[in-house]
Nanobody, 126 residues
Framework: QVTLVESGGGLVQAGGSLRLSCVAS????????MGWWRQTPGKERVHLAA????????FYADSVKGRFTILRDNAKNTVYLQMDSVQPEDTAVYFCAASLGFVGDSRARQSAYWYWGQGIQVTVSS
C-alpha cells in the first residue's frame, strides 16, 4: 500500500515556473515507476511524464517536452515535476501516480498506475 501526496500547486503567471512535489509513504519507493498526469473538466486524463525507479528512463508527452522535467529523489521518497515556461493551456489538476514498472507511453491507461495522489490544482494566468 502506497499513499501519495502532492504539493506545490497554485497560481502562476504565463511564462513562469512551478515545481510540484509528490511524497510517497511506505517502503520500496525506488521499485516503483512514477508518473505525472493532468486533467481538465470534460477532457481525458493525460499522461505527461514518467520516470523509472533508477531515473535512467524518462518519458514526456509532446505537449510538455522541453518545458517540464520529471525528477525523483529516492532518499526522500519524492518525485517532482519542474514546470517551466508555463502557459494557460497548462491549467489543470495534476496527479502523481506510482506504477509497478516504467510506463513510457503517451497512450498509457490510468490502470497502468496502481496508486494515485489526490490531485493538485495548477492555474496559469495570462
Amino acid at each position: 500500500q502506497v499513499t501519495l501526496v502532492e504539493s506545490g500547486g497554485g497560481l502562476v503567471q504565463a511564462g513562469g515556473s512551478l515545481r510540484l512535489s509528490c511524497v510517497a509513504s511506505g517502503r520500496a519507493f525506488s521499485e516503483f515507476g512514477m508518473g505525472w498526469w493532468r486533467q481538465t473538466p470534460g477532457k481525458e486524463r493525460v499522461h505527461l511524464a514518467a520516470i523509472s525507479g533508477s531515473s535512467r528512463s524518462t518519458f514526456y508527452a509532446d505537449s510538455v517536452k522541453g518545458r517540464f522535467t520529471i525528477l525523483r529523489d529516492n532518499a526522500k521518497n519524492t518525485v517532482y515535476l519542474q514546470m517551466d515556461s508555463v502557459q494557460p493551456e497548462d491549467t489543470a489538476v495534476y496527479f502523481c501516480a506510482a506504477s509497478l514498472g516504467f510506463v513510457g507511453d503517451s497512450r498509457a491507461r490510468q490502470s497502468a498506475y496502481w496508486y494515485w495522489g489526490q490531485g493538485i490544482q495548477v492555474t496559469v494566468s495570462s
